[in-house]
């Protein structure tokens, strides 16, 4: 995990600034505080608030400094028994229906060890309850404090529970698209008026394999009315998003992305067919000049002034300039099957295969239909149909484009060649 954090040294370029700024880089599952507002506790000494979520390895400072991490201190019984420990109390015993009162002393926590004043007696385990004296002094807040000659210091640290996630709607009429984030707070901090920024890839931590942290965080901070703007960092996209007001703890909000409009087509397409009818799947095919981060995206079209929800698909992460396929749901309106018929043997290590398509379409609409089908690498085609649109885009996958009349059907056949 050191070597974690070192690589996160960048970030003291972030706060050269002259005035108080909190600022959250949040990935899906956590995320980088760091600040430059520090209360002093002492003539050496430096008082940094954490969440409850926070990593104590992972605090990076300005300077060289050695800490402490301090956790939230909260009432408990093991907090009283700790605290009162090899001091008198009272215990109540309670035998069935009896019950007595005792002064006795603690000897241990855990497991539970009392020593009764009058008389001597030990218990294990006993059965009853204390009664204290008072009432401890709990410390509750979560915090580093720092030991360093600096007369100001920096700081930075990852925390658990703050992620943030990205929803998306598409109106596949259109073209129409718009994003937004969710951005979750669990952890016991509120944070006001901070400079937000989510990254989106998921970094590799000491828990999986080798980190690949971004290096610096260094952004311009904007307000971004329409897109937040975009970075590259190790090969991790940083979107600056600009000024937040408030996250309260244990709390989400969600916050606007952009809102474009994509070129969309939208597609009917059957993938390897069996012997019996596959429906076909609706796919919206988007192009976009811009990058998208990892997410869920709704689906929508409208008709007659009525919008309909059609469905939900979710996105990786997806550079600008590459398309998105977005499997939304099935037309039971169109519909292929394939079909054997013939094999032989071509020589002793080739084999050649005949196959029957029948593509249905049982709407009173002319409709295209798209049937993709997975081949073995070494494959052959030695025939396809004429008056069927016919593409190889890979070497594993063939597809072929029907054009149908309303309720109508078309069969036509192909060959292929292959060891398998």
């Known amino acids: 995990m050191k070597n ?96 007595i009162v005792k002064n006795v002393r603690i000897l241990s926590s855990d497991p539970i060890i009392i020593q009764t004043i009058d008389g ?3 218990y294990f385990s006993p059965s009853g309850q204390f009664i204290f004296p008072s009432l401890p002094q709990i410390d509750s807040q979560n915090y580093f404090l720092v030991s360093t000659n600096a007369s100001s210091l920096s700081y930075s640290y990852l925390t658990n529970g703050i992620g943030w996630k990205a929803y998306y709607t598409l109106n596949v009429d259109n073209g129409s698209m718009n994003g937004e ?25 000491s828990n999986t394999s080798q980190p690949q942290m971004a290096k610096t965080f260094a952004a311009a901070y904007a307000p971004s009315p329409s897109m937040p703007q975009v970075q590259s960092v190790e090969g991790y996209k940083i979107y600056n998003y600009g000024k937040v007001d408030e996250l309260d703890s244990n709390n989400a909000i969600f916050l606007p992305l952009f809102s474009k409009n994509v070129k969309l087509v939208k597609l009917n397409i059957v993938y390897n067919p069996s012997q019996n009818l596959t ?22 079209t409208t008709k007659d002034g009525m919008t309909y929800f059609l469905g939900q698909t979710n996105i990786t992460d997806t550079a600008s300039m590459v398309s998105l396929d977005l499997q939304y749901g099935q037309n039971f309106d ?78 036509f056949t192909y060959g292929l060649q292959t060891s398998y």
């Open 120 to 122: 001597g007696k030990v």
């Open 181 to 205: 984030i969710e951005l979750w707070n669990k952890t016991d901090t509120t944070f006001k008026d901070f400079n937000l920024a989510f990254l989106s890839g998921i970094p590799f931590t």
């Open 279 to 300: 429906n076909a799947v609706q796919v919206a095919k988007i192009d976009h000049d811009f990058a998208i981060p990892a997410g869920m995206v709704s689906l929508y």
């Open 4 to 99: 974690f954090i070192f690589l996160l040294l960048g970030m003291i370029l972030f706060f050269s600034v002259s005035f108080a700024t909190t600022n959250l880089l949040v990935y899906d599952q956590m995320a980088l505080v760091s600040s430059n507002a520090v209360i002093k506790n002492g003539n050496n000494s430096f008082m940094i608030p954490t969440t409850n979520g926070a990593m104590p390895e992972s605090l990076v400072t300005s300077s060289s400094v050695s800490y402490k991490y301090h956790a939230a201190e909260s009432y408990s019984l093991d907090y009283f028994l700790k605290r009162f420990l090899d001091t008198t109390v009272q215990f109540q015993f309670t035998d069935n229906s009896t019950t």
């Open 334 to 411: 169109l519909s292929a099957k394939q079909v054997e018929t013939q094999r032989t043997m071509v020589t002793k290590d080739l084999y050649g295969y005949t196959y029957q398509i029948t593509a249905v379409n049982s709407s009173s609409n002319n409709q295209s239909l798209w049937i993709y089908i997975s081949i073995p690498t070494d494959a052959i085609v030695t025939s396809t149909p004429t008056n069927i649109q016919f593409e190889r885009p890979s070497t594993t996958q063939i597809r072929f484009r029907v054009d149908l009349k309303p309720n109508s059907e078309e069969v």
